[in-house]
Structures are given as structure tokens and as C-alpha cells.
């Protein structure tokens, strides 16, 4: 029964695709930016904040600043991906695979950025030594890099 | 026999004496030897060593104890610093009441740190400043528009942020400790100086630690006036009196005290002794905290910084130098106002204040705060929390010595309402002399784990047994959102469309007892979708779900979820026989409210030394313990239990669109009333019961839901995401819970359903329209 279910759908499909033969060229995607989710917000001040503090070495100023901004845009994606970026530089691999998961939980509709959060996730999987974990991360990121590649 | 053996050595003595008689007689004639000039000389001799003995252990006693200046500065706690940013929901009545709190001051122009000032529609505001791990603050004005309860417009220049300073909640120190707030002499008002040099020691600058003229002027004075307005010690001898020795007035403290008074003259500045004594003064006591010094003085009587001081209150200060206790301007105000009146009068004679001045000043009222209204006490079951959490990682003497400066995450808006929710609902439920029922609320920040509000008593000024950290009691039905999400982690074989039969139900127990538990109303349903299972808080179907899952998933859910305590495998479990406390709920609910990730609930943010460096930070750290479809299918369940279940009654004091979660929970023989809930950025844990744990005739909807309402009503609150994850899609579902249907179909029912659970039979009726996903799953059945 199912079957032939299956042989019908297959059917449907191959006339459907037999009119669109030709792809239509995919306008291009704007990369993520932090403004993307924080434009206007007080929030982005305080990531700049956070930025520089960083730069000049001063993790737990950074890492204040970046709890701030998240009081202030608590579903920002970007600002989960700061944190956990910041935990990965100051050698926190098990908080930055938190922070980074938690960033995808969050995140926009948008391949490349969702892939640059799996590659944090493999590496912070790598430096816990779960290399299984890492793996499945890296497939993840492969498959959003390359969506042709994608499994349907 | 006893009285005789106690004469004989009486006895003997006395013979002994009158032997010795004879001798004496003899040594009479030698007697004039013994007032020799040599004689003199020696003894003369040995009274000088023993006395430079004496002054060099003095000496070195004053250098060694003013020389480390070891003063014991307890760990002050400081609430959550008030953000302020464009779009902050907060209305103009909160940020009033805020800056009520913080003790800032009217002023037309707001023209120093603390003051500001209302200029029609908008607040100008003199900020303090602060140290934080981020830099923190620097004083500045800034000016605010608040309206339709936000911050419509926020002028703070740079790049438009601002923070109001922490409010001190708490200080943490030993029993019978000190306390004091250091201030540098430069910081000192020198009016201040002037006013305590007048009216205690005119002579400071000129002696040497005693001063006779001083005496006696202070005498004529004195005989002057027709009482006591000048004591005759200096100010030197009186910081050796704070310093070293102890009240009493004895005479070899007064002989001790001049000494030592020149000695520290010999070794100090005259500035090194004004800030010392400035910084050490006795000025009172509060409880079984020793005041100290004009800084902790400033904040204890008028919740101010020295600074921030206007001459009378300056001069209060100095009144009650005299005797904190007898001029203690709370309880005698008119002796106090008095004595005040006296410091200015004085100071005006010296030339340190004017006539028009001392005129203005003198007409003032004390202005002194009330005692219960400083913040300082007014939250203890929380600074309680705060405590527990630093004594893990800092020794009690760092604590009541070195001056740390925590930092926590009370939020003071939100513990004021769930106080004010708690004691109202109690006051309506209990009223009267004989209060039988109390409460806890636990308020958390769920995403950060911030633990906002703690209230452990309904009248919550009051220290003592902390409900919301050590009542453990059972959970009741707050167990059964575990239950579901047990039984949504396996979506092959459940969804919460599924059928469960609400029915009677026996468990025969390894010890031979049987377990049969009754539904609240003694009924039972029949099969229901196991949403609805959970929204009625149906004990029956409960149970059968819970067994037919297994309760060995069902404990390890709990424990993923952040019960740290032992889950036994017990059926009763199902229905919450497991005791905790509501700050433990408030873990377990934690993930629950985050769509699956774990985060330590935090009472600390930072800690800074004495001089506001970062010493430590408490960070945020996050953990995703539950996968994010079953996540979002129990807190879509729970969402239920307010829309149409057994927490509906809450909607009435919540925004109408608002989105929240949550779960009503009774103990047997109504002892316990919970509920546990949250929107997206407040979780609330309320717990009311009885100490004595007798039965209290409370449910979770009548006793504890009514708090909870009131309390998120009060605070700006965001809606839970109706947007489901990857591999959770709508589907509108036959009541069969079997068969996908459509809109509009019969009974059809809408449900997030994870892609695993969606049935491929239909029922036929309409067009069953799917969605993306199901397109998506659609194509997958090709190549199944």
C-alpha cells in the first residue's frame, strides 16, 4: 500500500520537475552582522563595549558587558555566539559549546552563520575531547556550507 | 569537724606572727636607712625603667595598631545596578520609587551626585557612580522621558547608556561585629572637620595629644552654659579611647589614655589622626551592629554618603559624639535636635558657619530616616541566599574583614512585588492576630539564572527560618510536567495528541501496599489527549502515563531537569511525593522555562575588593540538557494549564496576549499549595503552607496561583516563542489523537507535533493542508 504511495509521489514529481529543468540563479545572501539583530539597540553599544574590552585583554569586562547586552536583547543570537566566542579564547570549551548551542537555538534562517556556530561547537566539542560530538558538528556545518550536498 | 580543722592553720598563723614580733622591734632602729637618699635614687631608678618599659610597650602598642589600620570592613551586598536605555519598560511611578529608595534628593537643578529633579514630563538625574567589573560608572546627569510605562528618550551622551549606582541591601559580618564605611579625609565635608574641631577640642591644631587650656576652657565653658557642652578630652585622646582602650571610666584608663595620646602625637600627623578618628568614632548601635565612623553614621541615620550631607545632618553627627546613645536622634529627637542646634551654634561662633546659615540650618527638622526603611535590612532571606552562596568560596573572616564589594542580582522592583503579592493574598486568606499560613516566592531571571526576588516570610523584613531555601515540602503536581516531557522525548510513541485513559489505576507495591491514587475531584475522565491530562492535572492519568513510560525515565527526566536530590523510583513520585524546596523548583523549572538549557541559578555577579577592583566574577554558563522539540512541546503543554486548565484564573491579571506557562501543585490533605511558573523572562516559584505542616485547606489555584498572578502582572513581562524549532510543525489532529485532520474538521485539535510523531493516516476530512515541514516529510516518504 505504501509502495504504491511511494510510486505515485515519484511520479508527481518527476512532471513537476520536467517544467523547471532550468534553476533560477539564488540572489545572493547578506552575511550576518550583529545589526542585523541589534540595529537601534542599546545592545549593540554594549557588544562594542565588550569588543574593545576584549581587545585590551580584559575578558571579565568583556564578559559583564555581554550579560548587560543580553539583558537588554535576550533572544539576540549574535550576542550568545560573542559569549560563547569569548569562553573558547579564555580555554572554556564546555561553556562555549553552551553559549554557541544556545546561539543556534536562537538563530536566524541563514546557512553560513548557522555553519560558522556548528564549526564553534565542533571545536569546543574537540577541546572537551568528544570527538564523536565534534564529528557530528562538522557534518552539520558541511551540510549547511554545501546545501546542494544537503540529505533532502 | 570541719570548722575545727579550719581554725588550726588560724591558729598557727597567729602564733607565727606573734613569733615574727620580736624581729620587727629589732629592725625599728635601722629605720632611717631605709629613707636614704640612695634608697630614693634606686627606687627612683627602677620606677624610670619600669616606666620607659611601660611607655615603650605603649609605644609600640599605638604604632603597631595605627600603623596597619586594620579596621574590620564587612562585605557589603549590593542589589542589581538599574540599567536605563531607550525602550526599557518602566514606568515613571517604579523609577520614582527607585530613586525614593536610593535616597536621592530634589533639587531644581540636580547639581551634585544623588539629587535630581523633575522638569514637567522628564527626570533629570545627578547619577553617583560606581565601581563594577566593567569599569563601572562615573557620576553624571542625565535626563529621561518616561511615558505609557518606558523610557520614551534617554539623554546620557557618549553612546546612550546609563546605570543608576547598586542600592546596598546588606552588609555580611560576624555577631557584635564593627561596621563602617571608610572615607579618605579629602572626601570628608570640611565643614564637617570644623564643626568637630569646634565643638570638641578648639585646640587641635596647637597641642600635643593633652591640652590643659583645653580643659579649661571646656570647664568655663561648661560653667558658662550651666551644663556639659564641651568635654575636656581632645579629639587624640578620644581616638585612643575608640582605638585601644575600652568605655570604662576607670582611672588607669585615664592614666593610660594621656600617654598614649602624646605618643601618637609624636608619631602622626595631625591629618592622620582626624581621618582615623573620623573613620573609627563609635556613633551607635543597630541591632548587633557596632556603627562606626561618620561614613557608615551618614548612611545609618539619613541613607546618605558623607558627601551628599547638608550642614544639619552634619552636625547631627557630631551631636552624637557625645553620646550615641543619649542623643540618639531616633529616639530623642528633641535632646538630639537640641545638641544639634548646639554643634551649629558653636560652629558659627568659631566662624565655620554664617548667621544666615546657621539661621537656615537651626530651623531645619532632623530629617533623620526612618530605621525600617533602609534597605539595608529589608531583604534578609535574600542577602541569606547571598551569604550561602559566598561562604562556598570565601573564609567568614574575608567576609567580615576586608571590605568585598558583591555584587548581586537582586532586582528591587521585582522583589517588592513579590513581597507585596505575598503578604497580600496571606492578609486576605489568614487574617487576623493568629497568622497560620506563610509563604516563599522565588523569582529567577531563567535565561541568565539570575535569581531576582527571594521572599521567605510574608512579613518579609523579618530574619529567621528561610522558607524558600530550607521548607522542604512535596511537589505535588509541579512533578508532572516531567512526566510529560518523558513521555514527548519519545515521539515515536507519544505526542500530545495521544490518548491516555483517566481511570481508576492500582500499583501493588514491592512491600506488598498498594497504590491507587484518586483524581481532586474523586472522579474519573476517561481517555484524553495527554495535553489535557496535564492542563486538568489529572492524578490518574498521570500515574498510567507516567508507569506506561517507565518511572525510571521519568526520574532521570527530573534529574536532567536540575533535582539534585535522590529520585526514587517509587510510583508516587508520578504525583510529586519527592520534597523540595521552591528555590530546588525553581532549578527544576529552570530548563523548562528555557526550552531545554540548564543554568545555574546565580545570587552573584561579581565581587570587588574594598577599592572596587574585580577580584571575582560569577559568570552565566549554560548547558542544553533537553533537546528543543520535546522542550517546546512541554512548555506548549504547560501554556495550556493557563489558557483553559487548572491556572486560568490567572489570565485575569495578565496581559491578554500575554504567552506563560505553568503548574499548579497540592500536597495530600492540602498542606502544600505551589504554583511554578514563568513567561519568557520571569520565572516565579510560589510555595504557601503552614511551619507545623498540618493540613492548611489550600490548593495550588486557590493558595499559592493568586500570588504568582499578582506578582507577574506587576513586571514588565515578554511572551514565551510561538515559533516551534526545527522538526516540531502545527498539526491539527482528529481526536483520536491517531489521524492528522484540518481546520474546521469536527473536534480537530491544533498541536506542535514532533515530525516523528505526525501519524501518515488522515481522517479524510477537508484539504489537510501542510506546512513546509510536511512538504519536507513528504518528499522523505519517496525514498522510504
Known amino acids: 500500500m505504501q509502495n504504491r504511495q511511494g510510486w505515485i509521489r515519484i511520479l508527481v514529481v518527476a512532471l513537476v520537475m520536467s517544467g523547471c529543468a532550468v534553476r533560477p540563479p539564488e540572489a545572493p545572501v547578506e552575511p550576518m552582522t550583529a545589526s542585523v539583530e541589534l540595529e537601534g539597540s542599546p545592545a549593540m553599544a554594549l557588544l562594542q563595549r565588550a569588543e574593545s574590552a576584549r581587545q585590551q585583554g580584559q575578558g571579565a569586562a568583556a564578559e559583564r558587558y555581554l550579560e548587560r547586552a543580553l539583558n537588554i536583547a535576550p533572544d539576540s543570537s549574535w550576542l550568545y555566539r560573542a559569549l560563547a566566542d569569548l569562553r573558547l579564547s579564555e580555554g572554556d570549551a564546555r561553556g562555549a559549546e553552551g553559549f554557541a548551542l544556545k546561539a543556534l537555538r536562537l538563530a536566524p534562517d541563514h546557512d553560513d552563520y548557522q555553519a560558522s556556530l556548528w564549526e564553534m561547537v565542533a571545536t569546543a566539542r574537540e577541546r572537551q575531547g568528544d570527538r564523536d560530538g565534534a564529528r557530528d558538528a562538522r557534518s552539520r556545518a558541511a551540510a549547511l556550507r554545501n546545501p546542494v550536498a544537503r540529505p533532502v | ?784
Open chain 2, 1 to 784: 569537724m570541719a570548722k575545727k580543722t579550719n581554725k588550726t592553720p588560724a591558729r598557727s598563723r597567729g602564733q607565727a606572727q606573734r613569733k615574727k614580733s620580736p624581729s620587727r622591734k629589732k629592725a625599728a632602729a635601722p629605720r632611717r636607712r631605709w629613707f636614704s637618699w640612695a634608697f630614693v635614687a634606686k627606687f627612683s631608678l627602677v620606677l624610670l625603667v619600669i616606666g620607659a618599659a611601660g611607655l615603650a610597650y605603649l609605644d609600640a602598642m599605638v604604632r603597631e595598631r595605627f600603623d596597619s589600620h586594620v579596621w574590620q570592613l564587612p562585605a557589603r551586598v549590593y542589589a542589581r545596578p538599574v540599567e536605563l536605555y531607550e525602550g526599557r519598560v518602566l514606568s515613571r511611578e517604579d523609577m520614582l520609587k527607585l530613586l525614593d529608595l536610593m535616597r536621592y534628593r530634589r533639587d531644581a537643578a540636580a547639581s551634585t551626585p544623588g539629587s535630581f529633579a523633575v522638569q514637567g514630563s522628564r527626570l533629570l538625574i545627578h547619577t553617583r557612580g560606581f565601581k563594577d567589573s566593567d569599569g563601572g560608572e562615573t557620576p553624571k546627569r542625565i535626563r529621561i522621558s518616561l511615558s505609557g510605562g518606558q523610557i520614551r528618550n534617554l539623554d546620557a551622551g557618549g553612546d546612550g547608556l546609563a546605570r543608576l549606582e547598586p542600592l546596598q541591601i546588606g552588609s555580611i559580618h560576624p555577631q557584635h561585629a564593627e561596621d563602617r564605611v571608610l572615607v579618605p579625609l579629602e572626601q570628608v565635608p570640611p565643614l564637617l572637620v570644623d564643626m568637630l574641631v569646634a565643638t570638641e577640642d578648639q585646640s587641635f591644631y596647637e597641642h600635643h595629644g593633652i591640652s590643659l587650656r583645653g580643659l579649661a576652657r571646656a570647664m568655663v565653658a561648661n560653667v558658662k552654659a550651666g551644663g556639659l557642652v564641651q568635654g575636656g578630652s581632645t579629639l587624640t585622646q578620644q581616638l585612643v579611647k575608640n582605638f585601644w582602650l575600652t568605655s570604662e571610666r576607670t582611672l588607669s584608663r585615664k592614666l593610660l589614655e594621656m600617654p598614649m595620646a602624646i605618643l601618637l602625637e609624636l608619631h602622626y600627623s595631625k591629618q592622620e589622626i582626624l581621618e582615623a578618628y573620623l573613620n573609627e568614632v563609635y556613633l551607635g548601635q543597630d541591632g548587633a551592629r557596632a556603627i562606626h565612623g561618620m561614613g557608615l553614621g551618614a548612611q545609618f541615620l539619613f541613607g546618605r554618603p558623607l558627601e551628599e550631607l547638608e550642614p544639619h545632618q552634619l552636625a547631627t553627627l557630631v551631636a552624637l559624639l557625645k553620646g550615641p546613645s543619649w542623643y540618639d536622634p531616633r529616639r530623642r529627637p528633641e535632646r538630639a535636635m537640641e545638641r544639634r542646634n548646639t554643634v551649629l551654634r558653636v560652629a558659627m561662633e568659631e566662624g565655620a558657619l554664617s548667621k544666615a546659615d546657621f539661621d537656615k540650618y537651626s530651623a531645619r527638622p532632623l530629617e533623620v530616616v526612618p530605621r525600617g526603611a533602609s534597605a539595608l535590612y529589608a531583604f534578609p532571606a535574600f542577602i541569606d541566599l547571598v551569604r550561602r552562596q559566598l561562604a562556598r568560596d570565601y573564609p567568614p573572616e574575608v567576609l567580615s574583614d576586608e571590605g568585598l564589594n558583591i555584587h548581586s542580582t537582586l532586582d528591587v522592583l521585582a522583589q517588592l512585588a513579590s513581597e507585596g503579592a505575598l503578604k497580600e493574598h496571606l492578609n486576605n486568606r489568614d487574617p487576623g492576630e493568629k497568622q497560620k499560613l506563610n509563604g516563599a516566592v522565588v523569582v529567577v531571571a531563567p535565561a541568565q539564572g539570575d535569581v531576582l526576588a527571594l521572599v521567605s516570610n510574608r512579613n518579609s523584613r523579618e530574619a529567621g527560618f528561610n522558607r524558600a531555601l530550607d521548607a522542604q515540602r512535596p511537589m505535588g503536581s509541579l512533578a508532572k510536567p516531567a512526566v510529560v516531557l518523558a513521555a514527548v522525548r519519545e515521539p515515536k510513541q507519544w505526542s500530545l495528541a495521544s490518548l491516555v485513559e483517566d481511570g481508576p489505576i492500582q500499583v501493588k507495591l514491592p512491600n506488598g501496599d498498594v497504590w491507587a491514587p484518586q483524581n481532586f475531584d474523586k472522579q474519573a475522565h476517561g481517555a484524553m489527549p495527554m495535553v489535557d491530562v496535564l492542563a486538568q492535572s489529572r492524578n490518574q492519568a498521570t500515574a498510567r502515563l507516567g508507569l506506561d513510560v517507565g518511572l525510571d525515565k521519568v526520574a532521570k527526566t527530573m534529574e536532567t531537569l536540575g533535582v539534585t536530590r535522590k529520585v526514587p523510583q517509587y510510583p508516587s513520585i508520578l504525583l510529586g511525593s519527592l520534597a523540595l524546596t521552591p528555590f530546588e523548583v525553581a532549578m527544576m523549572y529552570q530548563p523548562l522555562a528555557t526550552g531545554g538549557f540548564s543554568t545555574r541559578l546565580r545570587s552573584i555577579t561579581d565581587v570587588l575588593d574594598k577599592e572596587g577592583k574585580p577580584l571575582a566574577r560569577y559568570p552565566v554558563s549554560t548547558d542544553e540538557v533537553v533537546e528543543a522539540g520535546p522542550a517546546f512541546l512541554t512548555q506548549w503543554a504547560m501554556q495550556q494549564v493557563v489558557e483553559k486548565g487548572t491556572a486560568r484564573s490567572a489570565r485575569a491579571y495578565l496581559p491578554k496576549d500575554l504567552k506563560v506557562a505553568g503548574k499548579t501543585g497540592t500536597s495530600d490533605d492540602f498542606r502544600d499549595a505551589w504554583f511554578a511558573g514563568f513567561s519568557a523572562n520571569h520565572l516565579a516559584v510560589v510555595w504557601v503552607g503552614r511551619d507545623d505542616n498540618a493540613g492548611a485547606g489550600i490548593t495550588g489555584s486557590s493558595g499559592a496561583l493568586p500570588v504568582w498572578a499578582r506578582l507577574m502582572g506587576k513586571l514588565p513581562q515578554r511572551s514565551l516563542s510561538q515559533t516551534p524549532p526545527n522538526g516540531v510543525e502545527w498539526v491539527w489532529m482528529n481526536p483520536d489523537g491517531q489521524r492528522v485532520s484540518a481546520e474546521g474538521c469536527g473536534d480537530a485539535r491544533r498541536f506542535p507535533m514532533m515530525e516523528a510523531s505526525i501519524p501518515e493516516d488522515t481522517d479524510g476530512c477537508g484539504s489537510v493542508k501542510q506546512s513546509g515541514k510536511g512538504i519536507k516529510k513528504w518528499f522523505k516518504g519517496l525514498f522510504d
